[in-house]
Nanobody, 116 residues
Framework: QVQLVESGGGLVQPGGSLRLSCAASRSILSINSVGWHRQAPGKERELVADTTSGGTTNYVDSVKGRFTISRDNARNTVYLQMNSLTPEDTAVYYC??????????WGQGTQVTVSS
């Protein structure tokens, strides 16, 4: 069992930056892939970015060049650096970790609001 706690969300102006963090309750060395998903009001949850233990990283087209996902195994933490934010990035952001056996764990979500 892994508990995930996200932080770093908030209100930011268009063009601003935020860094989301996702802290796991135990070592993430056995975690195969980690990802960030988001869900805007009235929309389905979508994958924003993910990365595997093998180093493969994927981003949804709308965030390429603006968002960066990273993991720090020593701190059991995954990050999402978000730059050049736009109102379209407004959503609840969720951290997800998938074990080598395909078990998914989710955080509770953190709200990101981009508005002037």
């Amino acid at each position: 069992q892994v508990q995930l706690v996200e932080s770093g969300g908030g209100l930011v102006q268009p063009g601003g930056s935020l860094r989301l963090s996702c802290a796991a309750s135990r070592s993430i060395l056995s975690i195969n892939s980690v990802g960030w998903h988001r869900q805007a009001p009235g929309k389905e949850r979508e994958l924003v970015a993910d990365t595997t233990s093998g180093g493969t990283t994927n981003y949804v087209d709308s965030v390429k060049g603006r968002f960066t996902i990273s993991r720090d195994n020593a701190r059991n933490t995954v990050y999402l650096q978000m730059n050049s934010l736009t109102p379209e990035d407004t959503a609840v952001y969720y951290c997800r970790m998938t074990t080598l056996w395909g078990i998914n764990y989710w955080g509770q979500g953190t709200q990101v609001t981009v508005s002037s």
